[in-house]
């Protein structure tokens, strides 16, 4: 077993590269890298991409996960159903393996991947609240246009069997449960929050989602934005471009994250968030009954019972 350190992209492959590049470039994604045949979209953090699509019939291909080493990857290429190492032939570089999950999603495990300059973020004041007046004699400023994506947040998946989803998802990636919801009685787990494990060091909530359904499909995809301005701002870009809003904006109650959810040209949902928690290794496993409504502090009805 290793530790994945961090996510790195997810793949898609979409028949019309130019649509999906003004979409995500309207999300707030600039592009790293294009060819003929794929698009290279990076976040304001240095990771070279955080979303990849090749040109074909629609599709989602997987999802990255970053090894914390080369050593670390070695040892995933040693595991049951792992290609070798090889060289990823591709902008950016790097090295990775290929394996798939038992729901049969490819994934790539991925090393030495380029990093580029960070793109600057928009610079802001403090927030003046009911309780702290700490902003005095200085106007807040913005300026309309896209969010700015920073980084790659979590993924969902609806999933065949959960357990053996989550067996996986534990055994071979170290990732570990923050939050589950289960039916009825605390035995029946419907679905895991799942967070990295970098020790004492806190990360995101979830990482990655899988909710047991008896089928398999991608749910969505999120990105992380600035802030709450930085995610209203994009709403608003977002709703000017008219494209298709599918759920927020609101604050879920597990993970706390503020969000705003948008399907891409091909009817993928992409979500932006902000101010979600934070976890470390110590952290116990907390858990929520399956109830309507259950999802959010405040914000619109959600389109499922789990969300987008
Ligand atoms: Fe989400």
Request: hydrophobic share 40%; charged share 25%.
């Amino acid at each position: 077993m290793i530790r994945i350190a961090d996510l790195a992209y997810v793949r898609f492959r979409a028949p019309d590269l130019d649509r999906m590049e003004a979409f995500l470039s309207d999300f707030g994604m600039v592009r790293s890298a294009r060819s003929e045949r794929a698009l290279y979209m990076r976040g304001s953090d240095p990771q070279h991409h955080l979303h990849v699509t090749e040109l074909g019939e629609p599709a989602f291909l997987g999802v990255g996960l970053e090894a914390g080493s080369a050593a670390d990857l070695a040892a995933i290429a040693r595991s049951e159903g792992a290609s070798p190492v090889e060289k990823i032939d591709e902008p950016g570089g790097g090295q990775r393996v290929c394996l798939r999950d038992p729901n049969g999603i490819g994934i790539e495990v991925v090393h030495g991947i380029e990093r580029l300059p960070t793109l600057p973020a928009p610079a802001r004041r403090e927030l003046n609240t009911g309780a702290r007046r700490l902003r005095r004699g200085e106007p807040q400023q913005f300026e309309r246009g896209p969010a700015h994506v920073k980084r790659l947040g979590h993924f969902v998946l609806l999933v065949k069997d959960f357990r053996e989803t989550e067996a996986f998802y534990h055994g071979r990636f170290g990732f570990r449960n923050s939050d589950e919801i289960f039916l009825g009685e605390r035995g029946t787990v419907l679905a895991a929050f799942m967070r990295l494990d970098r020790g004492e060091e806190y990360v995101d909530h979830h990482a990655f989602l899988a909710v047991g359904a008896g089928r398999v499909e991608l749910n969505h995809v999120s990105y992380e934005v600035q802030d709450l301005d930085d995610l209203m701002a994009g709403h608003e870009h977002l709703r000017r471009q008219a494209h298709a809003h599918h759920w927020g904006v609101g604050r879920h109650v597990l993970g706390s994250q503020i969000y705003d959810y948008w399907r891409d040209p091909f009817g993928n949902v992409l979500e932006h968030w902000t101010d979600g928690d934070l976890f470390n290794a110590k952290s116990p496993t907390g858990g929520v009954a399956l109830a309507p409504g259950a999802e959010s502090h405040w914000g619109p009805p959600a389109p499922s019972p789990f969300g987008a």
